[in-house]
């Protein structure tokens, strides 16, 4: 806002209302009242459907209560601290800075400032010589001036101070004596840091070059805003606001849409669950569409919850790098996103290669992992031109009591990843949009890394489908929320504006700020959240050019979602090695908010139908084919796994459970709650290379009648697969290194996977296999790793194109097939055990083997057909 007036002075009452199909709650704000009103109503019908329809009402007011607008995780400043003050001070500065053309006036002005006349320029601070000696340039010296403006001359320490005139000759030699210890090298016994008379030694003085690089791209990232300057006027208002400020002054709106009323439904959804043969029509689009898509990863975060550390070296690991199910997790992004590859290739005989944007961070060295992973692992056989790795910057964590940065230690502030909402304004700057472009790419899936089962199905298929055929800005895949989850939900929002027109969207409102949209997340309340509206998954489509529209602007809209949370600690170690827990938080930006600017705005109020014509949609799906998180630790001794490893291994089980139910294989049922396997474990452990689908009507026409035992392993990394009339009592485990074709070396020496050629092949008819399998009691089995000991096991190893088929016999024992690239292994039951045949693949089946499946769209479905060419 240009004023610095807030805007509860501007106006007298404003309104908000939440709506549910339960109740309606009113907040009605007057400014010249200190308390807020709740108004609860009844509505006057409930709908059959998933969600009600949003627009139900009812006039009739039922009760009346008064409550706080002090937000919760508000906690009051140092009594001294004046925040509005403070406020008004660096707008003022602000303001002329942003009037400032060059270098050269912007230092005029920051110069005068009175907090860095005092600081640089007293006579008791020798900071402003100290600089003489480091030969900064122009723009570094007025980056520090920035900060001291903002505030946060604490950062700098005290290293930087003359001794005071004052002291007494005696005590001025002890302070000498302490400094000359402190800096005295027990080896050799010279000065390991001092390099100038005023204690800048060279510790500090890499500090301050990597400070400097830190603030550096606050001030170029967030210009939009207003550089550091803004950066902090942005943390103080989001810290002094009462819950209905931050309603009525939000952060993430845009301007345009300035509103005197607001109204929060639940919104219509597009369920994936009830209407089957729209999912089918909307996945089969999704294929179609594939060559005009993108991928993007925001994989920037900090996975503090997590708790990964390398066993090695000891070092702090970020999320992208846990190893899941026998890989990393960016590996089972990357499968996943191979595996729709792989569908398209089989329709439709043509290769597709998606353009992947990664961003990371260099918080726990995130882009050197992910940048040495993919490059150990030849880019995934997809080329290096196909990947796009750019790095969000870090942003000061800052106290919850007053605003204050976070300081390790001097030139040593305590930095964070400043939320995945900055992926679009970072993709702006980075070139990302135009990158895309250059691939013929109008639409990308986003999905986070640590989210392992949302591609299962039609899920990430139908989502894309929906947002490129029908033209859409923004796409949300939800599913029902968990009570208590640590998600935000997706809403319906309407509101009227000062100019009286009325506007409608699908947004999301992140749970850290529930309370102060008076919303009840107990599951016990007949107003719980559960009920009422879906979850966000931050699993999205989004239109590039749209987005592009919106990251380029130069305001806060580029900034989508801006929130402080400081409802947890901050945790951080100084420089003595001293660990230290300070409740905080930092700027953070939502990715998924950057809906908030394709609202739709009518002249009238809309009652009926109004979803239809938005340029955002929701589709909603059984929540075990949507989101199951691997992003905490699950504590020893703990018994909740939502959330953790342990727990989304069981929904990954559960899934493969509803897969082969339905090919009349008998299997143990997952039943219950998680909690019900803490110590036990799953009752099997089953795991499939997405390729056998994705989509289950695929997989499902792979697999044939059989039974699988309680305490069964079935492990299959292989595309071109039969299962029919297979028993499993124990582990059978099929590897295959061709498990979607083969590599070639490209014109410019890259490694290329070439869908459908040379591919290993497996065929089990009629087979029986009896083995002691997995060791269940084993302490030190992490099933979530798909790290477990075993007593025995048939594995099948698959080497470049080799086949292997097995019929009417018994596998009983440990067994281990390995077949020779080039070559085909049949096992049948010979006059004296096993029959082993191995044989090489004649010439003319190389590229295409000796059977294959062959796929096609028949009407909205994808049905195969098992096709064995004739051998001589």
Known sequence: MASSTPLLQQHNNLLFTFRSKYTKSLFFFNS???????????LTSTSSSLFSSPFQS?????????????????????????????????????SKLDNCTNLKDRIRVIDSDSRVNSFFYSHKNSFSR??????????????????????????????????????????????????MIENWDVNDGIGRRGVNVYGLGTEEFEALRSMLKIIAEVERFYDCIGGIIGYQIMVLELLAQSSFERLCLSHNSNKSLTREIVEIHPPSVLDLSQDLEFASQAAIWGIEGLPNMGEIYPLGGSADRLGLVDSNSGECLPAAMLPYCGRTLLEGLIRDLQAREYLYFKLYGKQCITPVAIMTSAAKSNHEHVTSLCEGLCWFGR?????????????PAVSAEDGQWLASGPFRPVCKPGGHGVIWKLAYNEGVFEWFHDHGRRGATVRQVSNVVAATDVTLLALAGIGLRQGKKLGFASCKRN????????????????????????SCI??????????????????????????????????????????SSNDETSLPGMVLNVEKAITFVDQFGSKHSVRGGRLEC?????????????????????????????????????????????????????????????????NVYDILSHCEIELPKIEGSNEKYVDSGPPFLILFHPALGPLWEVTRQKFHRGSISRGSELQIEVAEFLWRDVQLDGSLIILAENILGSTRIDENGETILQYGKRCGRCKLENVKILNDGIDWNARENLYWKHDVQRFEAVKVMLHGNAEFEAANVILQGNHVFEVPDGYKMKITTGDSGLAVELKPIENKLMESGSW??????????????LVELQED
């Not at 723009?139 to 001794?163: I, N, P, R, S, W």
């Not at 599951?523 to 990251?551: G, H, K, M, R």
């Not at 239809?612 to 504590?635: M, Q």
Request: net charge neutral.
């Open 590 to 654: 939502t990715m998924q908010n950057l809906a908030d600017n394709f609202f739709h705005t009518c002249s009238s109020r809309c009652y009926d139908g109004v979803e239809d014509g938005l340029d955002t949609f929701i589709v909603y799906n059984e929540r075990k084919k949507v989101t199951s998180s691997a992003k905490k630790k699950r504590r020893q001794g703990d018994k909740l796994l939502h959330q953790t490893p342990d727990g989304s291994l069981l929904d990954i089980m559960r």
């Open 130 to 179: 100290v600089l003489e000696t480091l030969h900064l340039d122009k723009y570094e010296v007025f980056l520090l001036k920035c900060a001291v403006a903002a505030g946060q001359q604490h950062v700098f320490g005290d290293v930087c101070t003359e001794v005071d005139a004052t002291r007494s000759s005696l005590k001025s030699a002890f302070y000498a004596l302490a400094e």
């Open 483 to 506: 009570a208590g989850a640590t998600e935000g939900i997706n809403v319906l929002i309407e509101k009227k504006n000062l100019e009286g027109k009325w506007a409608y969207g699908i």
């Open 32 to 42: 010249y009242n200190s308390s807020l009103n709740y108004v609860t109503k009844p």
């Open 852 to 865: 294959f499946w062959d796929y096609k769209i028949m009407g909205k479905h994808v049905q195969l057909e």
């Open 58 to 94: 009812s006039r009739s007011l039922l009760r009346l209560t008064r409550v706080s607008t002090a937000p919760v995780e508000y906690v009051p400043p140092a009594p001294d601290f004046d925040f509005h003050k403070e406020i008004a001070r660096l707008k003022a500065l602000k």
């Open 510 to 551: 992140e749970y850290t700020e529930f309370d102060k949209f008076g919303m009840t997340d107990n599951p016990l309340s007949s107003c719980s959240l559960q009920d009422e509206f879906p979850a966000n998954t931050n699993i999205l489509y989004v239109d590039l050019p749209a987005a592009e529209l919106v990251a």
């Open 383 to 395: 080329g290096r031109s196909k990947f796009k790795l750019f790095e969000q910057p870090l942003v």
